[in-house]
């Protein structure tokens, strides 16, 4: 899936097919029983290129941001998610706050 809006850095929208497999993949390695994420489906959109977080969207439209850990995980904590109903919330309260070097 491809989210059609403008990517302010660090984010950045992940294109490339190979890509959003592998990081697919190594999300649904780190779930353990449990997770907020376990046996959802997602679809990854974006990525920060200055850390392991990545953006993915759920099934029902919302929005995840996990912290890979590149870790097979057994605590629920990890990998740490943040939902976001729509696109629009993700981008006030994430993407415009690292942009504008008030992230995290």
Known sequence: MTIEAEWLAPWEPVDDPASRTLFEAELKRELCAGHVLFGAVVSLVGRHRG???????????????????????TNLL???????????????????PEHEGRGD
Do not use: C, K, N
Request: aromatic fraction near 22%; charged fraction near 30%; charge should be negative.
């Open 51 to 73: 850390r392991d977080d990545f953006l993915f969207q759920l099934e029902d439209g919302g929005f995840a941001q996990v912290h890979l850990t590149w870790s097979r995980e």
């Open 78 to 96: 990890w990998p740490a998610t943040d939902f976001y109903e729509t696109w629009d919330e993700w981008v006030g309260e994430s993407m415009i």
